[in-house]
């Protein structure tokens, strides 16, 4: 019940009723990604006429965040590419990193030195400071 009523009411975890359906009416399986989001478009690559491209989505797996987007299925569902890289053999050289989502907001996010939610103390002032008082 819970799995049915979620289904119908958050659209940032994975699929709606009304997405589901689109998808399963209109939508032709492309492929998935190392996450685990699967990719879409319409069914036998018809173009869209208010558009001029076909269109393309992503049904992720969790939370929806389009960071979470590797670069390759980005350049795809944007059109820059015709092939999506499911269909390529392409291998990643030696100095790219892996694609990570963007952490703001999560513990893993970057915290510079002297941030409030950083490690760190900030340090001490050093007597250079002089307050404003008005007269």
């Not at 997405?19 to 190392?34: I, L, S």
């Not at 208010?50 to 590797?70: H, T």
Request: glycine share 12%; proline share 9%.
């Amino acid at each position: 019940m819970k799995k049915f009523l979620l289904l119908f009411f958050t659209w940032w975890q994975g699929t709606t009723v009304g997405t589901w359906w689109h998808t399963r009416q209109n939508g032709e399986f492309v492929g998935e990604d190392e996450a685990g989001n699967k990719y879409y478009r319409t069914r036998g690559g018809k173009i869209d006429p208010i558009m001029g491209v076909e269109r393309r989505w992503v049904i992720f797996n969790g939370e929806a965040e389009g960071s979470k987007v590797p670069p390759g299925w980005h350049g795809w569902m944007h059109n820059r590419t015709d092939t999506p890289p499911c269909d390529e053999d392409y291998r990643p050289r030696e100095w790219q990193k892996p694609h990570m989502p963007n952490p703001t907001g999560t513990p893993a996010a970057y915290r510079p030195q002297g941030s409030i939610l950083g490690a760190a103390k900030r340090a001490a002032q050093g007597g250079d400071y002089v307050a404003w008082k008005p007269e």
